[in-house]
């Protein structure tokens, strides 16, 4: 069959069997999607039983709840930000911290705190690093922004996440912190480890097969908000990851790796009511005003909430 001929058959399928109001949008998905794999079947020869095990694949990605590891995994999540991008700078919006993919594993409910918060519950204390991050969240005009919301999350030292998994405590290494009047965050946590997919799920599967890994460098989660300006998602690095340039989720960027310091004074870690050097991070983040030409930064899809 030739691409003409398919087109002919799902206009007959889709379009002209519609006897009820169409919603229009769904309608030019749907054609345009069911085109493009019913010329994939014949352009590929693809037999009836890989059609099968395709969707059986699905299904089974369906059933362990893993479409959102899928995604970014094969780029998708990545593709939207670029477009994003794309239509940020469309609209004049430039310079701003770079956003990066959300991932599956936020949670919304996060304790609130005031200007400051210690992320994790102390139970991975004696082997892990201890990191501060801070920084300061600046509007479109340069000033500082009081008030702003900053949630953070991120993995443990086995790079798994607190309500995901079940082991750890609840909110473990999440937080919500407001900006304090000088615009100001800042947060102790552990030094967080890289995320691995579930070796025996479908994602992992796939990637198998293509010869590719399922591995995250390690990275600290963000949504930034705050009143008159545009939703920022990001991350940030650790610099010095193994993966840090080769995650399988494509999230990594220029300007989001900070550099980690040091920290071995002893009037800093006093300071800092610790006993031993810890790791520290300095980050900003500069939001863009909201726009009316921009498309939302706020995206709508099923998070877990606590
Ligand atoms: C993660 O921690 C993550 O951030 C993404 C994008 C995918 C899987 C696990
Ligand atoms: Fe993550």
């Known amino acids: 069959m030739n691409h003409k001929e398919i087109d002919a058959l799902v206009q007959s399928w889709i379009v002209e069997t519609a006897t009820g109001p169409v919603n ?10 069911l085109g493009d794999l019913c010329k994939t079947i014949e352009d590929l020869d693809i037999s009836s039983t890989e059609f099968w095990k395709g969707l059986e694949y699905l299904a089974d990605t369906g059933a362990r709840n893993e479409f959102g590891l899928l995604a970014p995994g094969l780029g998708l999540e990545r593709f939207l930000d670029i477009r994003a991008d794309e239509a940020e ?4 919006l430039v310079g701003g911290t770079p956003r990066t993919i959300e991932g599956p594993l936020y949670v919304a409910g996060a304790p609130k705190a005031n ?21 300061t969240v600046y509007g479109a005009d340069g000033k500082s922004i009081p008030n702003a919301t900053v949630e953070v999350w991120h993995a443990d030292l086995l790079g798994n996440y607190s309500f995901f998994d079940k082991s750890q405590s609840a909110f473990n290494l999440r937080r919500t912190i407001v900006t304090d009047a000088e615009g100001r965050y800042q947060l102790r946590t552990i030094m ?37 300006h545009r939703k920022l998602t990001t991350q940030i ?27 071995t004074d002893a009037s800093e870690i006093a300071k800092h009511n610790l006993k031993a050097p810890f790791a520290s991070i300095d980050f900003d983040f500069n939001l863009y005003a909201n726009s009316a030409v921009a498309p939302s930064s706020e995206v709508d899809r099923i998070r877990a909430a606590a």
Not at 24 to 33: A, D, G, L, P
Not at 237 to 261: C, Q, T
């Open 89 to 92: 700078a469309k609209a004049g």
């Open 24 to 33: 229009k949008r769904v309608q030019q998905i749907v054609v345009r999607i």
């Open 237 to 263: 690095n650790i610099d010095g990851d193994k993966y840090l340039w080769d995650d399988f989720a494509f999230g990594s960027r220029e300007g989001l790796v900070p550099a980690v310091k040091q920290i």
């Open 192 to 228: 967080p480890k890289g995320y691995g997919c579930p070796p025996d799920g479908a994602t992992q599967q796939l990637l198998d097969l293509l010869g590719r890994h399922g591995q995250r460098p390690a990275h600290i989660h963000f949504f930034v908000t705050a009143n008159g």
């Open 115 to 135: 200007g400051f918060a210690r992320l994790d519950d102390g139970t991975q204390s004696d082997q892990a690093d201890v990191l501060y991050m801070q920084g």
